[in-house]
């Protein structure tokens, strides 16, 4: 069955509104952290980032196994499940 949505533009959310912040985005192989930098339809650009291998508990401080990434790292939106800013 399907079920009509209303979907809201809301101001000031969204990945724009992250811009300069750290934020992890759980994507479809791998997790990725680091300050967004850049956001357009088709990716989004990560600064100092890091790719988390393993996590450890999310109420840890620190990732358990997350490498620095050496340049910054362009992600394809469509393969983003979900974002958000983790305090780490």
């Given at each position: 069955m399907k079920k009509l949505v209303k979907v809201t533009n809301v101001n000031g959310e969204g990945l724009s509104s992250l811009m300069g912040e750290?934020?992890?985005f759980f994507c479809?192989?791998?997790i990725y952290t680091g300050k967004l930098a850049g956001?357009?339809?088709?990716?989004?650009?990560l600064e100092d980032a890091s790719i988390v291998y393993e996590t450890?508990?999310?109420t840890e401080a620190?990732?358990?196994?997350?490498?620095?990434?050496?340049?910054p790292v362009?992600?394809?939106?469509a393969a983003i499940e979900s974002?958000?800013?983790?305090k780490r």
């Open positions: 750290i934020v992890t479809l192989n791998y956001v357009n339809v088709d990716s989004v650009k450890g508990s999310f620190q990732w358990k196994d997350a490498q620095k990434l050496p340049e362009y992600i394809m939106r974002f958000m800013i983790l």
